[in-house]
């Protein structure tokens, strides 16, 4: 499969499949799942998809770990 990230403006997003932004799953676009929304330095609206609350969380722990600069 050949996934493409376009940066900047994406105004429409791939209705197909979402894979969870902290383990790499696949997720059900029909069920819920938790999603966290995120505007980087630059002004660009992120949507960070996850699998569960706890991939979320682990993933929200890395990322404010992360951008300590
Ligand atoms: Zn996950």
Redesign the pocket.
């Given at each position: 499969m050949d996934r493409q990230r376009m940066d900047g403006n994406s105004s429409d997003f791939p209705d197909d499949e979402q894979?969870?932004?902290?383990?790499?799953?696949s997720?059900e676009i029909g069920s819920w799942h938790p999603v966290l929304a995120e505007t980087d330095a630059s002004g660009v609206f992120h949507l960070h998809p996850?699998?569960?609350p706890?991939?979320?969380d682990?993933?929200h722990r890395t990322q404010t770990t992360q951008n300590q600069e």
């Open positions: 894979v969870c932004a902290n383990c790499g799953d997720i996850f699998c569960s706890y991939c979320r682990v993933w």
